[in-house]
């Protein structure tokens, strides 16, 4: 008897947008997530809640993520700002690198193999600040013995939202040749189920060799029909069965009453 392909386990690192997105993407590929949260209360969206499996942990505390990637075979950390707030000790530097820091650590000592983090493309429009602090994550992430996968990702839109001009334009610009063979085609901003679904499908199936990912890399991995017209993810109407590895795993530290 053949044996049933190997259903990949993914852990999304944030439940809010985009990982919400990237999740919902994951699972109409087939996929099984998991959701690591900050809050264990932060309401998730049917029918997403009811085919994930949440985890909370803080990915700035380290021993709260003990255990959280152990059973899965990639993880996608979309957590960090594009918004410092120095007053509060919340610089780019630590949103965003000791962040992924933490989270690449989190896959070596868990056995997670493959690691994919959302970078960002430069732009003139994107803080010099955050750009300097997601190269500092690549750097670490390409450094500690993992297949990581770099997705530097542009600004993303919704389908029927409303843009500031300068965004439509450069939209267009970013689409088109020959502006799009320029820097346009990397900066360019991006729908965000378009982008959803490839950051999804590269997760999955990445192209042997590469490890940098850019707007047209996520473009591509979707149908013209696909990016013609929006179609939200299919998911299952039910959850699936929570097997033995489902059993929540590793250290949190106790809630604080204040």
Known sequence: MAERPQVPRVLVTGSSFPGAGIAAALLAEGARVSLLQRDADYPLPEPLASNVSTLVADVWNPASLNGRARGHHLTIHTVGSMVADPA????????????????????????????????????????????????????????????????????????????????????????VPPTSWLGFGRSAPLQFDIFARGVARVALHPKPGQHLYWRRDLRRRNSNREARHYAPPTLPETASEPDEEDVPFGWLPPASDA
């Open 88 to 175: 509060r000790g919340l610089n780019h530097h630590w949103l965003n690198f000791v962040s992924a820091r933490n989270v690449a650590n989190m896959c070596v000592s868990d056995g997670c193999p493959r690691l994919v983090l959302l970078s960002c493309a430069r732009a003139p429009w994107i803080n010099r600040g955050y750009v300097r602090a997601k190269r500092g994550a690549e750097d670490y992430c390409l450094r500690v013995g993992l297949e990581t996968l770099i997705i530097r990702a542009p600004l993303t839109w919704i389908r029927g939202q409303r843009r500031q001009p300068i965004f439509w334009l450069m939209t267009m610009l970013g689409s």
